[in-house]
């Protein structure tokens, strides 16, 4: 059974950090990889798709790297600001469609 | 495009009442899920579905039963209200060109 564990459950940073969220899978045989974003009280919102033929994926300030053979994924931001600051959830995608998440790494960016 | 859309945003239910939480979206989506969130347990998929009149089962899905009538519409039904089903339930569609999934913005649900 796949399982997807997030480390660290809770990181705390100054602004304009650069920082790495990692996320660990533990069946080398996905679909692809996906990062959201969810802030309090709301819906998730998709950050970066790494198809499971891909290394990497980038958007704006976001990095999202992809390593199947060793089961990892690293989301990387770059100089962090206060707006970044919500929970970052990594899902990989099971051969019935659906997505497997982990449990999330909860990111606060101090000014 | 209104994306994916959810009612109600809260609720409270006695146990043994029963309820449909509704979701719909407009991007002619065919692949249509349910999950639940709760503290420490993620997301876990409860129900889900390919197409109009095809639907299955996911990780958690006693006590809930679902339709697909159109590609449209996902409602989940709550058949006897449990004070386990106490949760935050969103629904998603799959954009099948990208692997694309949006998610809706949640349904908060407390039993009694």
């Known amino acids: 059974k796949q399982e997807v564990t997030q480390i660290p459950a809770a990181l705390s940073v100054p602004e304009g950090e650069n920082l790495v969220l990692n996320c660990s899978f533990t069946?080398?045989?996905?679909?692809?990889l996906q990062w959201f974003r969810q802030d309090p009280g709301k819906g998730l919102t998709s950050l970066l798709l790494?198809?499971?033929?891909?290394r990497e994926q980038t958007s704006g300030r976001l990095n999202a790297s992809l390593d199947k053979s060793s089961g990892r994924s690293t989301l990387y931001i770059a100089a962090s600001q206060p707006g970044d600051s919500a929970t970052y959830l990594c899902?990989?995608?099971?051969?019935?469609?659906?997505?497997?998440f982990g449990k999330g790494t909860k990111l606060s960016v101090k000014p | 495009n209104a994306g994916v859309t959810q009612t109600p945003k809260f609720q409270v239910l006695k146990t043994g009442q029963s309820m449909t939480l509704q979701c719909a979206q407009d991007?002619?989506?065919?692949?249509m899920s349910w999950y639940r969130q709760d503290p420490g347990m993620g997301l876990r998929l409860i129900h889900y579905?390919?197409?109009?009149?095809?639907?299955d089962q996911g990780e958690v899905p006693n006590g809930y039963n679902v339709s697909r009538s159109t590609t449209e519409d996902f409602p989940l039904r709550l058949l006897s209200a449990a004070p386990s089903q106490t949760s935050v339930y969103f629904c998603?569609?799959?954009?099948?060109?990208?692997?694309?999934?949006?998610f809706g913005p949640g349904t908060r649900l407390t039993v009694l």
């Open positions: 991007m002619n989506h065919e692949y």
């Open positions: 998603a569609s799959t954009d099948s060109s990208t692997d694309t999934q949006y």
């Open positions: 579905s390919v197409g109009a009149g095809i639907t």
């Open positions: 069946d080398s045989a996905i679909y692809n």
């Open positions: 790494i198809q499971s033929s891909q």
């Open positions: 899902a990989v995608r099971g051969s019935q469609g659906n997505l497997i």
